[in-house]
């Protein structure tokens, strides 16, 4: 395991030469400020509400990744002060699908940092976030000597056709997409890294009915206390060193834990997914877009019977989803 960090370490230095930047702002953080970092591609217009929802929550200061964008976005964040911005037309994929970047950015700028690794189309949700901002939870991670937080991808999707009301620029994505699959999750443990392995929800259900272990992966660990040692190995699924992934408590109670809302499938997936595909920048030539695009061309629609609509974060604990453990 130590092997494979120090590979993580060096690919990711091998790899912030591709990054030029754009503004580099990080002359203006502090310590103590909390920290996202995110990589992204032509998702201008999610940025806006990305932002104010992560500024509210308390984020001091954006570190963003720009992936060859042709759509504003990188223009829109480099006019924005509490955004350092790099751009790069490197592989997405020979990056190790961003990690590689953003595990550099980490090292450089987040050391001793409480750092939050999230998509533009991730919000995270977290025990008390209608009434504490996110120092709160931070706070009571160091006090009780935690260094990582995790959090289950939660995919939320609208009523009837995904394409039926468009997303407007700055809007909560969640007006739309309200909602999600209150079960269908297999939650096992990866004896190699030690981490949760959770897969089911929507995609599993409606992209691989007959392939669940080809479902995309859930479980992640957004929010770490991050050290320049650190490496994140594939997404923000696992991490290195290995004690890091231990974010479930082992002797039957209940840790602490959050929820990422996933807010992919709005009006703008159909013409993403068909992108995504033909580029083959994703994960095994891309099939998980290759499910998606068979699947929804004739009938973008996620919604079952079993379908429930988002309230907020109490309800995700009492379905089982998120736990808010000792901490009250």
Sequence with gaps: MRLKRKRAKVRAWRKHFSLIPVENRTGKIRAGDILLFSTFRDENVRL???????????????????????DGGREYLADQPDVSLWTTKASYKAARFGVDWLNWLQAKYGHEHWSLVVDPDEFFVYPFCDTRPIRALTDWLDVSQLRSFGAMLLDM??????????YRVGQNPMEIASWFDPGNY?????????NL???????????????????????????????RRYAYVSSTHMLLPRGL????????????????????????????????????????????????YDNLKDNPDLWCKWSEKYINWRQLEILGLMSKGNWA
Aim: proline share 7%; aromatic share 14%; hydrophobic share 40%.
């Design 245 to 292: 992934n231990q974010t479930y408590d082992t002797l039957g109670g209940e840790k602490a834990s959050g929820i990422l809302l996933h807010a992919k499938f709005l009006d703008t997936f159909a013409a993403k997914a068909e992108e995504e595909l033909e580029r083959k920048q994703h994960y095994a030539a891309s099939i998980e877009y290759k499910a998606y």
């Design 186 to 194: 297999l939650i096992q443990k990866n004896p190699a890294f030690g």
């Design 48 to 70: 806006p509400y990305f932002l104010k929802y992560y500024r509210d929550l308390g984020v001091s200061h954006f570190l963003m990744v720009d992936n060859n964008s042709q």
């Design 157 to 166: 999707y609208p009523k009837g056709r995904m394409d039926a009301v468009p």
């Design 197 to 227: 392995w959770i897969q089911g929800g929507p995609r599993a259900r409606v992209f691989f009915p007959n392939t669940p272990a080809k479902a995309p992966a859930l479980n992640k660990i957004p929010l770490v206390k991050w050290d």
